[in-house]
């Protein structure tokens, strides 16, 4: 459900029954008339008029492209309107799906989010007991990691447990 917020009676008029409190993971718009705007995880963030629709790789053009910290597949085009649009920016870059070069219209923002961590905890009988984001990892199999973490002389190698979930898994 989308709510709109009257900004200018809140600050101009003082009408704090339009004031929100913002929480993690919120997206505060606030539309440029005539233009399309691309933020977050670009390498140029990028405002420009447009008095006409453009597809989303132009607007990526117009961006320099995105960082190695954006999710691809989570980005999102919010309109004046207040509907949000999902497009799936990696099935378009990485499998060519012309379905996901959507077209963006003057007032609209294409938000580009940053990945989630993935993380592992590492504990017990390792040299470095850690968070690891393991995200930019691509061998991410168990002799990797534990290798990277560096058993201790007590390690019991014959007992390890992943826990995944509500599933643990004896190694």
């Known amino acids: 459900r989308s709510e709109t917020i009257d900004l200018h009676r809140l600050?101009?008029?003082g009408d704090i029954s339009e004031?929100?409190?913002l929480q993690a993971g919120d997206v505060l718009v606030i539309n440029e008339a005539r233009s399309i705007s691309v933020v977050g995880e670009v390498n140029s963030p990028a405002t420009f008029r447009s008095g006409e629709s453009?597809?989303?790789l132009?607007?990526?053009a117009n961006a320099q492209g995105f960082t190695q910290k954006a999710d691809l597949a989570e980005a999102r085009v919010y309109s004046p309107d207040g509907t949000m649009r999902p497009v799936d920016i990696e099935a378009l870059w990485e499998k060519g799906d012309q379905s996901q070069n959507i077209e963006l219209f003057p007032g609209d923002?294409?938000?580009i989010p940053e990945k989630k961590p993935e993380t592992v905890l590492l504990a017990g009988a390792i040299e470095q007991p850690r968070l690891l984001d393991i995200a930019g990892i691509e061998e991410r199999d168990i002799l990797r990691i534990?290798?990277?973490s560096g058993p201790t002389k007590?390690?019991?190698l014959?007992?390890?447990t992943i826990y995944r979930q509500e599933n643990p898994i004896t190694v």
């Open 58 to 60: 132009q607007v990526l």
């Open 11 to 13: 600050m101009k008029e």
């Open 146 to 148: 534990v290798t990277l």
């Open 154 to 156: 007590m390690a019991d």
């Open 109 to 111: 923002i294409l938000v």
């Open 19 to 21: 004031n929100k409190v």
């Open 158 to 160: 014959r007992r390890v």
């Open 54 to 56: 453009v597809r989303v």
